[in-house]
């Protein structure tokens, strides 16, 4: 026997659904079975993600590699304070087991200033040694011509870092294509979008203007579209980061987006692991 409360409830709940029947026939003469949208197929991303070892200038290996194992982020462009330009045989081949054991695989060296063929000789013989195939430099202009002959000769790409109104060479992605579109094909830019947008470029534009020259790209966020810019968690700043990750699909760019975070560089974890985890979801890594 029903108490008055369950007699309640089932004729509150008895009127909603009649209250609602018109709409549902609607909603099925319109061909409309599910109110749930489908979920839209997952996007392929042709782009990796990766860590730019910059990040962390004031940490030690192991705990630059522990903090890559724990983001699950599997690449890192090595840095000389990580593996010094001198280092043996034994030494580089200890780094690369280092980074295995963490599931980590050094993709690229630098950035590398060179502003001399000596120093440029040092460079392309130092990323034989380690067994990658892309340098990360910051050439002085009059320098290009032998780097154009060192990439000829070692079949490397070379990704020249642009750092925004910071120093007078290669401030902006434009400047570089300009100082490189008649080299190798070869020579391009490795984009830093932070710097590019404090130059008061537009990094999306930038990338889909001159993607057949980006090679690398660093990924972070700064507080303002000029000088007075400062690093800051991805996600915070000014750069348009939906539409830059669309720009990557757009072009299918298949290199490393890495991120170099330069917030707080004495103690980076928690702002690096939130802007890790912004890009991821935005990309759906």
Not at 110 to 120: A, D, H, L, R
Request: with cysteine; aromatic share 10%; proline share 5%.
């Amino acid at each position: 026997m029903q108490n008055r409360r369950d007699f309640f409830k089932q004729s509150v709940a008895g009127a909603c659904m009649l209250g609602l029947a018109p709409f549902v026939a609607n909603a099925r003469q319109a061909g409309i079975n599910d109110p749930v949208k489908p979920k839209q197929p997952k996007a392929v991303n042709p782009f990796l993600l990766g860590m730019a070892g910059f990040t962390f200038v004031n940490f030690d290996l192991d705990t630059t590699l522990k903090t890559l194992e724990r983001l699950d982020v599997h690449y890192l462009c090595i840095k000389d304070f990580h593996l010094p330009f001198d280092s043996t045989d034994e030494q580089i081949k200890a780094f690369h087991a280092k980074c295995a054991e963490h599931g980590v695989t050094g993709y690229a060296v630098g950035p590398i200033y060179m502003k001399s063929e000596e120093e440029t000789d040092k460079a392309f013989a130092y990323a034989r040694r380690v067994g990658v195939k892309l340098i990360v430099g910051v050439p002085d202009y009059g320098i290009l011509p032998y780097v154009d002959r060192k990439v000829k000769e070692y079949g490397y790409h070379y990704a020249i870092h642009l750092h925004g109104p910071d120093i007078k060479i290669f401030p902006d992605a434009t400047d570089v294509w300009e100082h490189t579109k008649e080299l190798d094909g070869r020579i391009g830019m490795c984009l830093d979008i932070g710097h590019d947008l404090r130059n008061g470029c537009d990094p999306v534009a930038d990338m889909k203007k001159y993607h057949t020259r980006v090679f690398d790209i660093h990924i972070k966020d700064v507080t303002d579209a000029s000088k007075a810019g400062v690093g800051i968690e991805i996600g915070r700043g000014k750069i348009d980061f939906p539409a830059f990750i669309n720009a990557l699909r757009e072009v299918n760019y298949t290199g490393m987006c890495s991120l170099e975070y330069e917030k707080d560089m004495k103690d980076p974890f928690l702002g690096i692991a939130e802007s890790i985890g912004y890009f991821k979801a935005l990309s759906d890594l």
